[in-house]
């Protein structure tokens, strides 16, 4: 793995918390803005365990995310990570990434509908990087 191109695709996930998580519903995309926090270059965001992506994620955990691209438009670099997602219930983790804001959804870190999808990249390819081609890195 290019230790580079690893250091800008974590700059850019430090520096966006908020992206797109596709996924597969009945045979068609489907997504959605997600929270994402990141464990070297392991994605996860929070979710109840009874919602309708848990159980399209199960049925296909193929997943994609977009992280980046939000202030300056058409100059900002953004990434593409492609890879395979699972239910994460990891107290541990549920309680590293857990934020005052969840708590319109659940109880706390606590809650057993508290969980986390963990989108384990495969590839991910950094674009529009100062303008330069699409750069790809396998993980």
Same mark, same amino acid.
């Given at each position: 793995? %290019? *230790? !580079? /191109?690893?250091?800008?695709?974590?700059?850019?996930?430090?520096?966006?918390?908020?992206?797109? +998580?596709? &996924?597969?519903?009945?045979?068609?995309?489907?997504?959605?803005?997600?929270?994402?926090? %990141? *464990? !070297? /270059?392991?994605?996860?965001?929070?979710?109840?365990?009874?919602?309708?992506?848990?159980?399209? +994620?199960? &049925?296909?955990?193929?997943?994609?995310?977009?992280?980046?691209?939000?202030?300056?438009?058409?100059? !900002?670099?953004?990434?593409?990570?492609?890879?395979?997602?699972?239910?994460?219930?990891?107290?541990? +983790?549920?309680?590293?990434?857990?934020?005052?804001?969840?708590?319109?959804?659940?109880?706390?870190?606590?809650?057993?509908?508290?969980?986390?999808?963990?989108?384990?990249?495969?590839?991910?390819?950094?674009?529009?990087?100062?303008?330069?081609?699409?750069?790809?890195?396998?993980?």
């Amino acid at each position: 793995m %290019n *230790k !580079d /191109l690893k250091q800008k695709a974590l700059e850019i996930i430090s520096e966006h918390r908020t992206g797109i +998580l596709a &996924n597969v519903e009945n045979k068609k995309p489907h997504v959605r803005y997600m929270t994402f926090f %990141n *464990k !070297d /270059l392991t994605l996860f965001t929070p979710t109840k365990l009874d919602t309708e992506k848990v159980e399209e +994620l199960e &049925n296909n955990p193929s997943a994609s995310v977009l992280l980046g691209y939000e202030e300056k438009g058409l100059s !900002d670099s953004y990434i593409e990570v492609s890879g395979m997602s699972r239910i994460n219930q990891s107290q541990e +983790l549920k309680q590293q990434f857990w934020d005052d804001s969840f708590t319109k959804w659940f109880s706390g870190p606590e809650d057993s509908n508290y969980v986390l999808l963990e989108i384990q990249p495969e590839t991910i390819r950094i674009l529009n990087n100062e303008g330069g081609e699409a750069q790809e890195f396998q993980v």
